[in-house]
């Protein structure tokens, strides 16, 4: 959830994304590397500020004309050099400001976030603190201005009364010794940011301290041009406190709250320092909160391999995932490139706020998310493409090698393959499915169709796809006798316990995992009443249309309804679509359990229809197929 603040802060950043995505790939997209590019920026500064130092007097006599040296006599380093160290860090400040920003924005700052959110408030006064001094050490008019200001403003406070600003009352009373205070502060505040910086990122799974490479050189190289064509000189000559300063161009991005110390009571500026700092400080804890109880812990299961991952409030997938030391892929971490695209196989999740180039609708409707933006609504189980998330001692994890023991053509486009298990057999839940491997890793999904004491060959019902690498080769030059990876179960697509009478929807080879079910009840001795309705163009779809049949003969408690929706002349049962015969006959839902199998076009379309007519989302069930997709069950 977010505030109309929020929303409204979201659109440019959103835009601007998108915009820059375009000219520069969002690859090297600078608003995706924000932090990095911080870093990065310190590093400069800091390596600038060390060379400086090297030249720099820090006496009160010899700092203006150390400084005039460097500048002038040094303009071919040493004037670079303090440009580059004063527009580093203003761009320091921007990179701050604007990462802050978008995370506010994008309500990341609540959660296991409010540790890098509250560090980064600090970081943020202790960047301004550092500037304000660098601002003092060249002792110029404006080092003068600064310096002055600052004390006055301190001295406003209980704890010093006065006496800091004693120091700047006559030019003798500034020595040598509180000149080199001030050096050793702006030496031992960076320290402090350095090591706060470090303490930032620390809850930040994976986070990078470099920037890439272009961006590095793009950085250098606009530092570097500004400081030739716009290069940094001191104002106004050395200081003098015998005359008081009367103007000066300011940083505004440094020394933005001194013209408030000039015009404002002392008392109204640290108030507003203060109220601000505690508004940033409470951020995270004020409304509104994200939707989610308390006690809710969710959990994250990655197939292959099984593994499980607690779930932190607010945490994205790929942040889960990173946390456990998982090799996920990921690159832009903000929703604008695509690479950490995943399946999500079963409970919702909240897809965030990503760029319509990295996750179409259409993606969306086949169950996929990007990991960086999604977080879960509910225990989740997702795939990712991705070998080495497979672990030896996974105890969810089955792979073996199945030998095709049998090829039975069940109708003109399905094949039944009998599969031998492993020798130590394959326990898995009626409705689940196993994924076949391919050579190169590519992975098929197909419903179990037997039930788990079904005799010891696991039943795999194979439809024909125009143009599909895997059920081409099944009815074109597969054997009986060759031997397929396979690896599983996987799924939730199984028989709850409850008294509540079941329909069965499925669509064509949809009916494999309802077979599974269907004949594990009956194994079971379940005497709920069930009803299956069965669709299919025309009724060579129907492939073990007198199997269903037998099931009605044999159990009085199970009744079947075939429907055809492209039926021929002579059909003489039920037409049209297979979720309006449902409801033709129970308009009324509310008491009933439902089991939807087919394409996702179908299982989207009955699924609000049943929805619509009473059915409660915690007794409506549904396994959802496409036939392009490459790692989605069941097909």
């Known amino acids: 959830m977010s505030n109309p603040i929020q929303v409204l802060l979201r659109w440019p950043f959103m835009h601007v994304e998108a915009l820059f995505n375009r000219a520069f790939g969002d690859r090297i997209n600078p608003l995706y590397h924000l932090g990095s590019i911080t870093f990065f920026l310190f590093w400069i500064i800091g390596g600038s500020g060390l060379y400086l130092y090297i030249f720099f007097d820090t006496s009160v006599s010899g700092a203006y004309d150390s400084v005039e040296a460097m500048t002038h006599q040094q303009w071919f380093a040493g004037g670079v050099m303090r440009s580059m160290h004063r527009y580093a860090s203003d761009a320091m400040v921007i990179t701050m400001l604007v990462h802050m920003l978008r995370y506010y924005a994008f309500d990341r700052l609540r959660g296991f976030r409010s540790f890098s959110w509250l560090t980064g408030v600090a970081l943020i006064w202790g960047v301004f603190a550092s500037g304000v001094n660098g601002f003092m050490l060249p002792w110029d008019r404006l080092a003068q201005y600064v310096t002055i200001a600052s004390f006055e403003w301190l001295d406003w406070l209980p704890s010093f009364g006065g006496t800091l600003i004693r120091n700047f009352i006559v030019p003798s009373s500034v020595s040598d010794r509180l000149f080199s205070l001030l050096v050793f502060v702006h030496i031992g505040v960076p320290l402090l940011v350095l090591l706060l910086m470090w303490i930032h990122v620390q809850r930040v799974p994976n986070a990078s301290l470099q920037p890439p490479r272009p961006i590095a050189i793009g950085m250098v190289l606009l530092l570097l041009a500004l400081s030739l064509l716009q290069p940094v000189h001191s104002q106004g000559g050395a200081a003098d406190l015998a005359s008081a300063v009367t103007r000066l161009d300011l940083d505004w991005f440094l020394l933005w709250l001194f013209p408030l110390i000039d ?370 069950p069941p097909s």
């Open 263 to 632: 015009r404002w009571p002392l008392g109204w500026v640290w108030a507003l320092v203060s109220l601000a700092t505690l508004l940033l400080l409470v951020l995270p804890w004020l409304p509104p909160k994200r939707r989610r109880n308390a006690g809710d812990a969710l959990q994250m299961t990655l197939h292959p391999g099984g593994t499980k991952i607690a779930l932190r409030s607010g945490e994205t997938l790929l942040e889960a995932g990173l946390r456990a030391g998982l090799a996920l892929p990921y690159e832009c971490r903000n929703g604008g490139c695509g690479v950490c695209l995943c399946s999500v196989h079963h409970g919702k999740v909240d897809h965030g706020h990503y760029q319509a180039d990295a996750l179409s609708a259409e993606m969306r409707q086949r169950g996929q998310a990007l990991m960086c933006c999604a977080t879960a609504l509910e225990d989740v189980e997702i795939i990712v493409d991705v070998p080495s998330l497979i672990h030896s001692d996974a105890p969810s994890l089955r792979r073996w090698h199945g030998r095709v023991q049998q090829m039975t053509r069940l109708g003109p486009d399905v094949m039944r393959l009998l599969v031998t298990p492993p020798d130590q057999g394959i326990a898995f839940t009626a409705g689940q499915y196993l994924d076949i491997v391919l050579a190169d890793g590519q992975r098929r999904a197909f419903s179990f169709a037997s039930p788990p004491n079904g005799g010891g060959l696991i039943e795999l019902h194979v439809a024909l796809v125009p143009g599909g690498r895997f059920t081409t080769q099944v009815f074109e030059s597969m054997q009986e006798g060759d031997t397929l990876e396979l690896e599983g179960p996987f799924g939730h697509f199984t028989l709850t316990e409850s008294a509540r009478p079941i329909l069965f929807v499925a669509g064509a080879t949809g009916f494999a995992p309802v077979k599974s079910i269907v004949e594990d009840a009956f194994q079971r001795g379940i005497q709920r009443p069930m009803r299956l309705y069965w669709g299919a163009r025309n009724i060579g779809d129907l492939y073990l249309l007198d199997l269903a049949r037998q099931w009605q003969a044999d159990h009085p408690h199970f009744e079947f309804v075939p429907v055809l929706s492209e039926p021929d002349p002579d059909w003489n049962g039920r037409t049209g679509l297979v979720h309006e015969a449902m409801l033709s006959d129970f308009p009324d839902l509310r008491e009933h359990e439902i089991y939807v199998c087919g394409s996702l076009i179908m299982v989207e379309v009955a699924i609000p229809a049943f929805l619509a007519h009473g059915a409660s989302q915690n007794h409506c069930f549904s396994d959802a197929f496409t036939t392009q997709r490459p790692h989605q």
